[in-house]
């Protein structure tokens, strides 16, 4: 102890009665000042010299063991964590941020700066020269958040009791969005992660699957938009996950610190107890799921969906509301239903007003003044041809070049296979032709069936898509109302054994009001001995998702009076459908 004499160890000598045995057992270490009349108070660790470092203790007890009864000790535990628990943060002022944030923008657009990367741990972060102030308030602004909705309880460490202690990671995300052709960042994010992947099922967590809303609900919703003449809104529910208590004893460690940000812990013998679902735990999305559409129903009066929990309808006002985790869009006539939602909901969980729907799930959405809806993935799609170094390549008019037949990997070339990404290629253009384009479902379905064992020929086609997506980068999905006597159409296909193990291809399109609703490419599971089996199957699969829009619609007070149609283009198909014919050829249809 820095050769001070009244230091001693807090290891007991020889001599010790088996009280005093007893007491050591929890081996707590702290440090100790003497005060002028003979008592101790506990040194923080910014005051503590650095004892014992390999360990990483806190502290070390300066005085005798046995000078300190049990009960004393655990006293001055407690005292030094409610100490921490009640730490004020401050926060530089919002209006300071934003200033900052607007002259870093400024400087990026002008080439004195570039766009900043994302950094892989704390201390990374707040040492950044340039980007440290932000990184900085926004690991501030986090721990704010957890100390005001009492995240969580410092405990200390019982390995006895605690099965299990998961660890603590630090995530970091920036949020930029497009302002005429510019990419200017709008915030810096830092969250305070549970590494899920350190939890023990059964004892951290027992159910974990959480829904979201499907990306044809949000399409009809636009298209709802479009034809019922509603606004459509945005809101963001800060630090989401943080307002859903936890079932369990979950455990965690401390979360990494560094000098500047509050709650420096380097200490081993504490951990925290959550009490509300932190961002990465297995359970935490449904938590959040069941906190929310709990208060939508028993307290604002909302209804949810059947054919997709995500969406809910208002029993009085004229709303309609769609949930992606944390983000959620309002379809609203009046600004007083809106400004209701807003107070009402906000009054609960704290809700950011992002404005009209802009940004989605990647989707650029832009509502114009006549309702019309415009679906675009401009940005994604430009990082998708740079990533594969299509940038400046030729566009290509149509998916897949006339011909194209592909069929199983005869080469063989395990080393070009490694050193390709064609798995990458393929899945980020299967989710572009999930959100917005449906001219490429065949194209990528087709391409997607080599996902194991593909050649040149296979990458040749993925890049033939790239270059039809360079093309018609800029087209966007068009939501308008062309025919307001118009329903829901849904339009169904199918080849006939056209792959190698003579199964066929089937696909449809599901319309509502002349919007895209839905739409599917793939190869069919059966395998059809006819044409009329192929179309007849196909149109099994086109009925059902359009049976499920209808049912949607109804639900949302608008499907009463609608008549489906499906257009069909094999007459014995619709033949056996319409009139249940039936013959020796199709008896086992």
Known sequence: GEGESHHTSGAADGGQNQGESDMLQDRIYMAMDENSDGTYEPVMDQEAPNIYPSERLSAIILEEMSKIQKHQLEEVVETMIAKEEHEEIELEEDEVVAKALEQLNRDIHEGKQDMPNLPRSLKQAVEDERFGYFWKHAAKSQYKDILSKHTWKLRKRDRGRMKNIMRSVWAFDIRTKNVKGKTII????????ADGSTQKEGIDYTKSFSPVIKYESIRLLLAIATTERYHVHQFDAVAAYLNANLEEDVYMELPQA????????????????LLKSLYGMKQSGLNWYNTLSKYLVEEMGFTKSRADPCVYRHKKLDIIIGIYVDD???????????????????GKFKLED???????????IQQNKDFSVEIRMTKYTRELLDKFGLKNCTPEDTPLAIGTKLTKNAEQNAE??????????A???LFLMVT??????HAISLCCRFMSDYNSSHWSALKHILRYLKKEIDTPLVFKCKNENEG?????????ADTEERKSTGGYITFYRGCPISWKSKKLGDMAMSTTAAEYMQLAEASRNTMWVLMFLKELGLGRNITPTIYEDNQAAIHIADKEGNSDRTKHI
């Open 186 to 193: 709008t915030k810096f994010k830092a969250r305070i992660c």
């Open 427 to 429: 899945g980020a253009l």
């Open 354 to 364: 992002r404005g009209a729907l802009e940004v989605l799930l990647g989707m650029e």
């Open 258 to 273: 560094h000098q500047g940000v509050p709650h420096s812990h380097d200490r081993r013998d504490i951990v925290v107890q």
């Open 416 to 425: 070009w296979q490694k050193r390709t990404p064609y798995r990458e290629c």
């Open 488 to 496: 829901v159409v849904t339009f169904s296909d199918s080849s006939f």
């Open 328 to 346: 959620i869009i309002l379809l609203h006539r009046s600004e007083e239903d809106r400004e209701w939602f807003f107070k009402t909901l906000h």
């Open 436 to 441: 917005c384009r449906p001219t490429i479902a």
